[in-house]
Each structure stands twice: as structure tokens, then as C-alpha cells.
């Protein structure tokens, strides 16, 4: 990201050099502010800022919404009156260009030059903006607005689905249970993997009849494994993802209930799996919603445990029953021992707080065998499905 002040240099004439200083101070104060740890942010010279955003993702999609929702935090956190030395609060707005690694280049000098080019469009176009580096961004734009429009169809037409990934009870080898995962069989672009539709169907709020759509199929597949296969009595749990989006939704515990009493399945067979991003929100109402799913029977599972910012006491204020490690941490418990040091931890400390522990993204009998040594309960992963 290439961030540029807007005419910062009639601060500098009118207010002088002193005020100038202060005032790139005072920004840089406020861009690391909301920037990660991961991040970083550099003055390169002037009034010119340079922030190197890591870990956005390969889908190049939704790597562009992550960095446009971090750019828009940006404008925001810069329009707040600047008061610095003895002046007036000083007004100001930035300009943003946007280039992405591997979509645009791979290579630093050209990434540089790409948002330097994105950001003087920015200026261009009325300042207090955010442009991406033009070629890509007419293609994503033009590709966004397409699954948009064909995602509104999508549930009518009969085109998504659901695969299930087993959930493995490592001790007795055992499927004791499934996670609903979503695609969608495009029409003319095939097989669509949640992480390139997720996002835009978070954005245009059609994640919640989605979302709906998983739920009551995903539930109502569960009852016909129960009935219909000879393995299927075994089976004790159908778990589904729920975006924030959903979750936040005044009648979505409602929902859940309807959906649930609907398809006749038991509460306690249904688990939920929920994200750290839903945390931010505010807490009571949280809790308060959790504990209405909870003394309805349903289970909650914090998904992707490690990636967020939540530490484990954090997670014991939230009624969750089961933990899932993400599986970054699991791919490399054989080569890097801080992972595996943590992955240990994470696993003391869920038993301590009495949280059954699901470990995701297994594919090796090592990493398999290292869980068994450290008595993890269920997996889940490529290794077996
Ligand atoms: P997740 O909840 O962490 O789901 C697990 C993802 O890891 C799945 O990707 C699964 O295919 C993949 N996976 C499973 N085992 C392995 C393994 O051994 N190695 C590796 N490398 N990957 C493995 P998928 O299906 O592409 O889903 C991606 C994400 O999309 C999910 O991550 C979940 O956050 C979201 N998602 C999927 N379905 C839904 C849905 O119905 N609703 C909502 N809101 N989100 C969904
Ligand atoms: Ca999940
Ligand atoms: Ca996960």
C-alpha cells in the first residue's frame, strides 16, 4: 500500500516545517495503530507512507477485500481533526494505491511502482480515496460483480453444496462426526471454493440465506444418515460453519431453533462452529446469544484456534465446548517445535478448561501419531478424507 497525505505540502508552507513533523508523527502513530503485528508500516520520504500488509490470502479476490477493508480503516482513523502544536486541529485525508503480490507481481521494486501508480490514480480522482493497481482491478471488479449476480440465484437454481468432512475420534478410529463445507457449482465457472464466494456473500448480506440454506440442508442430511445408513446410527454430530455476518443477525438464535425443531434433529448433535471475528462485537450480547444456543443443547466450537488474537483465559469466558486447532499449526508440529510446543499447551490448558479439542488439517500418520502421543480427542483432515 503506498499512502500519500493530501496537500500536506500547504501544511508545511502555511504552518511550517514544525507543524509538518508533527503532523507525519501523529499519522504514523495512527497507521500503526490499526495495522497487525505482522504489518509493517514505513515512511519512505515526504509525506509518503509505505505498508507492506502480510498473510492477506491467495485467492487474489478476497486478498483485494481484506486490503480495501484496511485501507478504508485508514482513511477513517486519518479524518479525525489532527491537533498538534499550538494551531488549529489541522483537517487532513490520504491517498491510497493498492498492488498485490502475485496478482500484480512478484517483485518488490514493481509492487512498489504498481501502488505508487494506483495511488497518484487515487489523487486523480478527488484524493480521499483508494484505488488498486488498474489492470487487475478492472478484471476483479468485473468477476466480483459477476458471482455476486449469480450468487443470488445460486440457492433457487439448485447450484450449491455441501461436502462433509469427517471428524475422527483418534483413540477408536472411529467417523463420530462431520463439518458441512460449502461449494458452488457454477455454470460457467465450475467448481467455486468457499474461500473465493465467503467474502462477497458477507459484503452483499446474502451470506444469511446461505447460511440458512447449510444449515437446514446440512441438518436435514444428518437425520438420513441416521436413518438410512447402517453406519449411520454411529454418528454423533453434524457441524456447520457461521459467518459473523450470520451470528450477528438480531434472530439468529431463533433461527437456529426453528431450523433445528424444523428438522427434527437433536440439539445436542448440532455443533456450531464460530470465529474469532465474531468476538468483536459487543461481548454481553455474545455470551448472551451463546448461552441461548447452549441451554437449547446445541454445541459451540471456536474454529481456527491460534490464528486470532483471543488467548485461551479470553476463550473461558465464552461457553464453547469444543476447540479446534487451525490447522497452520498442525502442518508443521513435525519440523517446528514451537508449534509443536503449542499445539502441546493448547491441548493441556483445553483440558484444564474442560474443552474437547478437534485438531483440522491432518495429512500425515506422524502428525496423526504425534496428536495420539499427546491425547488429543478428534481430527479431521486430508489423511483420511
Ligand atoms: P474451515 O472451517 O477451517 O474448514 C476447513 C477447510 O480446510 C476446508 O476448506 C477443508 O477442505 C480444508 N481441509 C480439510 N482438511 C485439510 C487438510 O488435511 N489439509 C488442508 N490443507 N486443508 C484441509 P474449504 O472447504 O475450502 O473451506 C474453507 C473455509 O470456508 C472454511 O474453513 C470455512 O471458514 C469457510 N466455509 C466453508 N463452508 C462454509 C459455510 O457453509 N458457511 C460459512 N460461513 N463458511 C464456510
Ligand atoms: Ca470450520
Ligand atoms: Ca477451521
Redesign the pocket.
Known amino acids: 500500500m503506498f499512502l500519500d497525505l493530501d496537500h500536506f505540502k500547504s501544511v508545511n508552507d502555511s504552518l511550517g516545517h514544525h507543524i509538518g513533523d508533527l503532523l507525519l508523527i501523529e499519522t504514523a502513530t495512527r497507521l500503526t495503530s490499526i495495522c497487525r503485528e505482522e504489518d509493517t508500516v514505513a515512511r519512505l520520504g515526504g509525506d509518503e507512507f509505505v505498508i507492506l500488509l502480510n498473510e492477506l490470502g491467495t485467492d487474489p479476490l478476497s486478498a483485494a477485500n481484506k486490503a480495501e477493508k484496511i485501507a478504508e480503516k485508514i482513511h477513517e482513523v486519518l479524518s479525525h481533526p489532527f491537533n498538534v502544536g499550538q494551531s488549529e486541529p489541522i483537517m487532513t485525508s490520504s491517498s491510497i494505491g493498492i498492488s498485490l503480490v502475485g496478482s500484480d507481481s512478484q517483485n518488490a521494486d514493481d509492487l512498489l511502482k504498481y501502488a505508487d501508480t494506483a495511488m497518484y490514480q487515487a489523487k486523480k480522482e478527488g484524493r480521499n480515496t483508494t484505488r488498486f493497481y488498474q489492470t487487475q482491478m478492472d478484471e476483479w471488479i468485473k468477476k466480483r460483480l459477476f458471482l455476486e449476480n449469480g450468487m443470488r440465484h445460486a440457492i433457487k437454481n439448485g447450484e450449491l453444496e455441501?461436502?462433509y468432512?469427517p471428524v475422527i475420534e483418534i483413540k477408536t478410529k472411529k467417523i463420530i462426526g462431520a463439518?458441512?463445507?460449502?461449494?458452488w457449482n457454477h455454470p460457467e465457472m465450475g467448481l467455486i471454493?468457499?474461500?473465493e464466494m465467503?467474502s462477497i456473500?458477507?459484503e452483499s448480506g446474502l451470506?444469511v440465506p446461505?447460511?440458512e440454506w447449510?444449515m437446514k440442508q446440512s441438518c436435514t442430511q444428518f437425520i438420513e444418515w441416521k436413518k438410512h445408513h447402517p453406519k449411520g446410527g454411529e454418528i454423533e454430530r453434524i457441524a456447520?460453519?457461521?459467518?459473523a455476518i450470520?451470528f450477528r443477525q438480531n434472530n439468529f438464535v431463533d433461527k437456529v431453533i426453528a431450523i433445528v425443531t424444523e428438522t427434527g434433529i437433536l440439539p445436542s448433535m448440532v455443533e456450531i462452529?464460530l470465529?474469532e471475528s465474531m468476538i468483536i462485537d459487543k461481548l454481553d450480547t455474545v455470551i448472551e446469544k451463546m448461552q441461548r444456543l447452549r441451554e437449547f443443547g446445541i454445541n459451540l466450537s471456536m474454529?481456527?484456534f491460534g490464528t486470532g488474537y483471543s488467548s485461551l483465559a479470553y476463550l473461558k469466558r465464552l461457553p464453547f465446548t469444543t476447540l479446534?486447532i487451525?490447522?497452520s499449526f498442525i502442518?508443521d508440529i513435525m519440523s517446528d517445535t514451537d508449534d509443536a510446543v503449542l499445539v502441546e499447551t493448547i491441548l493441556t490448558m483445553a483440558k484444564i478448561f474442560d474443552l474437547d479439542v478437534i485438531a483440522?488439517?491432518?495429512?500425515t500418520v506422524e502428525q496423526f501419531e504425534f496428536l495420539e502421543r499427546h491425547d488429543c480427542r478428534y481430527f479431521?483432515?486430508?489423511?483420511c478424507s
Open positions: 455441501l461436502y468432512q463439518e458441512a463445507l460449502l461449494r471454493m468457499p474461500d465467503i456473500a458477507e451470506i446461505i447460511g447449510v456447520i460453519n457461521v459467518s450470520q462452529e470465529t474454529d481456527d479446534k487451525d490447522r502442518r483440522e488439517g491432518v495429512e479431521q483432515g486430508y489423511l
